[in-house]
């Protein structure tokens, strides 16, 4: 977690969770883990690359005055099944209630952010499967194998813009 990233496209870093498993070939030499076991043990990885929910870092963007670029869960998959769908939320708030912030958020568990987003907009006062404007949500691909192939529904487009939720 930090106030500055080395990341090219990116200005910070926020990890409310730590640790994940590898779900595709693209986890083969995954930065994150190498980071975590190499530290594992210590405060900042305390249980190594397993999946570790982190409450106390919820309010760190909301300290952050300065706008800036967020990545989230550096080190981690948002997205893990072992991240409970109330924690999602936790995240999911924390995020727009810092609003001066945009947050990138990249995972390799497209299903479980579809499920995610359409319960969400399914509960009464979600206006769209969309989050906030100020969160960038994206899948990441490795090979043309786990990018498939496009879904012709996607031609269609939802209230406020945004692709639906496949």
């Known amino acids: ?18 640790g994940c498993n590898p779900v595709s070939e ?8 190498t980071i975590a076991r190499r530290f594992a043990g210590t405060p900042a990885y305390p249980a190594g690359f397993a999946v570790t929910l982190r409450p106390e870092r919820l309010d760190q963007p909301s300290r952050w005055r300065r706008p800036r670029q ?4 550096s080190m981690a998959d948002l997205f893990h099944d072992a991240v409970p769908e109330g924690y999602l939320d936790h995240v999911f708030a924390a995020m727009q209630a810092a609003p001066q912030h945009t947050f990138q958020v990249l995972t390799k568990r497209h299903g479980r952010l579809g499920s995610y987003l359409n319960r969400r907009a399914a509960r009464p006062g979600t206006p769209t499967t969309a989050p906030a404007p100020n969160i960038w949500v994206g899948v990441t691909v490795e090979s ?4 498939g192939y496009p879904d012709p529904r996607a031609a269609g487009r939802t209230r406020g813009g945004a692709l639906p939720v496949l």
Do not use: K, L
């Open 144 to 147: 043309q194998r786990w990018a």
């Open 70 to 73: 967020i990545f989230v869960c």
């Open 26 to 33: 693209g986890c083969d030499h995954c930065y994150a883990e």
């Open 1 to 18: 977690m930090g106030d500055r990233s080395a990341i090219s496209w990116t200005e910070a870093t926020w990890n409310p969770v730590t």
